[in-house]
């Protein structure tokens, strides 16, 4: 069993930046993929990156792709979520996930085992 538990949204200036961050719970975090996704309101839950249990594959919805950074410290038992150049859109209820296949790069929420509960960023125009 995996417990997550998100930090780090808030309310930021289009333009600005945020650093969400994803502690884990467990022995065997080094193992799973971690995504992180996202949910607009009155929108379905939408895939943002991921990367995989060793840090070394990273992926990204186009939307974010050159904006966005994911990275993990399994020593910490943390990932992270790097947000730069936002905009209005990215206000959004962002969650991390884990999926117990560590080497899969996965953009379907079902492949996901593990889910925190959220943390909101809004970015203002």
């Known amino acids: 069993q995996v417990q997550l538990v998100e930090s780090g949204g808030g309310l930021v200036q289009a333009g600005g930046s945020l650093r969400l961050s994803c502690a884990a719970s467990g022995r065997t975090f080094s193992t799973y993929t971690m995504g992180w996704f996202r949910q607009a309101p009155g929108k379905e839950r939408e895939f943002v990156a991921a990367?995989?249990?060793?840090?070394?594959?990273?992926t990204y919805a186009d939307s974010v792709k050159g904006r966005f950074t994911i990275s993990r410290d399994n020593a910490k038992k943390s990932v992270y979520l790097q947000m730069n150049s936002l905009n209005p859109e990215d206000t959004a209820v962002y969650y991390c996930a884990a999926d117990r296949d560590g080497l899969a790069l996965p953009r379907s929420r079902v492949q996901y085992d593990y889910w925190g509960q959220g943390t909101h960023v809004t970015v203002s125009s």
């Open positions: 990367i995989t249990g060793a840090g070394t594959r990273t």
